[in-house]
């Protein structure tokens, strides 16, 4: 990356900011490679980071290096090229943006409202990740610089509609 290429601001939003959008924000860092740079925040942010997000990013090979769930103060002020709210809650409470950010809604169900054993909740970690992952790929693969902001926008809103997998069938 040249120094005078654009840098994209993704904000991602949800509820409490300790699993879907602290997920995204991982991921987007590392596979964004200096072009984006993404960070998150929650509506209601929660006391800490889920330890199954935590874990599952960690499976996957994106290593926690820190950080705690925060709220959007400060946030609103700033100019986003993307925010992207990946649960219902955080789409009905996005707030306004200065600027034309690209805001769209990514919803996925909340791997943290999983019942059952362990290995449940373990399962409904690793398939977030693994949507977020897929999502991101399709995201990045967008020609960004080269698409007007209405088909940047119904591209990127797509991917949110049809860019998730099927639950996997893991074994231990």
Same mark, same amino acid.
């Given at each position: 990356m040249t ?8 904000l *991602?939003l949800?509820t409490?900011? &300790?699993?879907r959008?602290q997920?995204?924000e991982?991921?987007? +860092? ?12 929650? &509506? #209601?942010?929660?006391?800490?980071? +889920? ?8 499976? #996957?090979?994106y290593f926690w290096t820190?950080g ?8 609103t ?5 993307f925010v @992207?709210?990946?649960?219902d809650?955080?789409?009905?409470a996005?707030? *306004?943006?200065p600027?034309q950010?690209v805001i769209? #809604?990514?919803?996925?169900?909340d791997p943290a409202?999983?019942?059952?054993s ?8 690793d398939?977030?990740v693994?949507? @977020?992952?897929?999502?991101?790929d399709?995201?990045?693969?967008l020609p ?5 902001r209405?088909?940047?926008? &119904?591209r990127?809103?797509? @991917?949110?509609r049809?860019?998730a997998i ?5 074994t231990?």
């Amino acid at each position: 990356m040249t120094a005078t290429e654009k840098v994209f601001r993704v904000l *991602f939003l949800c509820t409490g900011n &300790s699993a879907r959008s602290q997920i995204a924000e991982k991921v987007l +860092n590392r596979k964004g490679r200096g072009k984006f740079a993404a960070e998150s925040a929650g &509506s #209601h942010p929660a006391a800490q980071v +889920n330890p199954y997000a935590i874990e599952a990013l960690e499976g #996957h090979g994106y290593f926690w290096t820190g950080g705690e769930p925060k709220g959007m103060d400060g946030l609103t002020d700033e100019d986003w090229d993307f925010v @992207i709210t990946v649960c219902d809650r955080a789409k009905e409470a996005c707030p *306004f943006f200065p600027g034309q950010p690209v805001i769209v #809604h990514w919803g996925m169900p909340d791997p943290a409202a999983v019942e059952g054993s362990e290995e449940d909740k373990e399962r409904a970690f690793d398939d977030t990740v693994l949507t @977020i992952s897929r999502r991101l790929d399709l995201f990045l693969a967008l020609p960004i610089e080269k698409l007007s902001r209405l088909a940047l926008e &119904s591209r990127v809103k797509e @991917i949110g509609r049809t860019g998730a997998i099927e639950p996997t069938a893991r074994t231990k």
